[in-house]
């Protein structure tokens, strides 16, 4: 019996997991938006990591690599054009940004340490892409490196900046109602938490989150030339 019950579990995490990979992807090809552009250079924000820091969240930061490890695989070997390169840099992004904010969120599993966590993970994973663009972006648009330091500050840092502050926004005021939808569906046990699924939740985090959903929004709009 509690061989039966352990693999039904295993079997539920794993299907949890294949549909939130699923649904990733499937943002992935349908949502991306130009955001900046240099040039040929332009770079566009998706919201896969949005699903992949639910399952980080969920499942803990191993899940949440290896979700990314496998978006990110079927996206190089379909309606990606960056290849390989592009397979590396979105890895290291999702993981720079989801893993430090499901560590530090599954060591307490409170709104604050949420918050806490995203915050972190943005900060992180920009800091951690300005080394990596300036790294791999030459080898991949095969110009000076010298030429792509000068698009560090105003193109690789707004744009890693407006793409996190979305993505924690959005984990922040999306993920009471995913937990009570996978709790309902059967595929979490009713023990999983999660930032906004106590009872009461804090107003104003999820004012602020709002806000920096509605500015980063506005700043797109900003660099398109819409307003």
Same mark, same amino acid.
């Given at each position: 019996?509690?061989?039966?019950?352990?693999?039904?579990?295993?079997?539920?995490?794993?299907?949890?997991?294949?549909?939130?990979?699923?649904?990733?992807?499937?943002?992935?090809?349908?949502?991306?938006?130009?955001?900046?552009?240099?040039?040929?250079?332009?770079?566009?924000?998706?919201?896969?990591?949005?699903?992949?820091?639910?399952?980080?969240?969920?499942?803990?930061?191993?899940?949440?690599?290896?979700?990314?490890?496998?978006?990110?695989?079927?996206?190089?070997?379909?309606?990606?054009?960056?290849?390989?390169?592009?397979?590396?840099?979105?890895?290291?992004?999702?993981?720079?940004?989801?893993?430090?904010?499901?560590?530090?969120?599954?060591?307490?599993?409170?709104?604050?340490?949420?918050?806490?966590?995203?915050?972190?993970?943005?900060?992180?994973?920009?800091?951690?892409?300005?080394?990596?663009?300036?790294?791999?972006?030459?080898? +991949?648009?095969?110009?000076?490196?010298?030429?792509?330091?000068?698009?560090?500050?105003?193109?690789?840092?707004? +744009?890693?900046?407006?793409?996190?502050?979305?993505?924690?926004?959005?984990?922040?005021?999306?993920?009471?109602?995913?937990?009570?939808?996978?709790?309902?569906?059967?595929?979490?046990?009713?023990?999983?938490?999660?930032?906004?699924?106590?009872?009461?939740?804090?107003?104003?985090?999820?004012?602020?989150?709002?806000?920096?959903?509605?500015?980063?929004?506005?700043?797109?709009?900003? +660099?398109?030339?819409?307003?």
């Amino acid at each position: 019996m509690l061989t039966t019950t352990a693999t039904y579990s295993r079997t539920r995490v794993l299907v949890t997991l294949a549909l939130l990979s699923s649904i990733a992807y499937v943002l992935w090809a349908v949502g991306r938006v130009p955001v900046l552009s240099a040039g040929p250079l332009t770079l566009r924000y998706d919201p896969k990591d949005i699903v992949i820091a639910f399952a980080g969240f969920i499942f803990g930061p191993m899940a949440a690599f290896a979700i990314s490890i496998v978006v990110s695989f079927v996206q190089m070997v379909t309606l990606s054009e960056t290849g390989p390169i592009g397979f590396v840099m979105n890895v290291i992004s999702t993981c720079a940004f989801i893993c430090p904010a499901a560590y530090i969120y599954n060591k307490r599993k409170t709104l604050q340490s949420a918050v806490v966590g995203l915050a972190f993970g943005v900060v992180f994973m920009t800091a951690v892409m300005i080394l990596w663009n300036y790294i791999m972006t030459p080898i +991949f648009m095969g110009v000076p490196r010298q030429a792509v330091v000068a698009l560090l500050l105003p193109l690789f840092l707004p +744009f890693n900046l407006i793409s996190g502050g979305i993505n924690a926004s959005l984990t922040l005021l999306l993920y009471k109602p995913l937990i009570k939808a996978l709790r309902k569906s059967g595929m979490i046990p009713e023990r999983e938490g999660g930032p906004a699924s106590s009872k009461r939740v804090s107003l104003g985090v999820l004012l602020v989150a709002g806000l920096v959903l509605a500015s980063c929004i506005l700043v797109i709009l900003v +660099f398109q030339g819409v307003i």
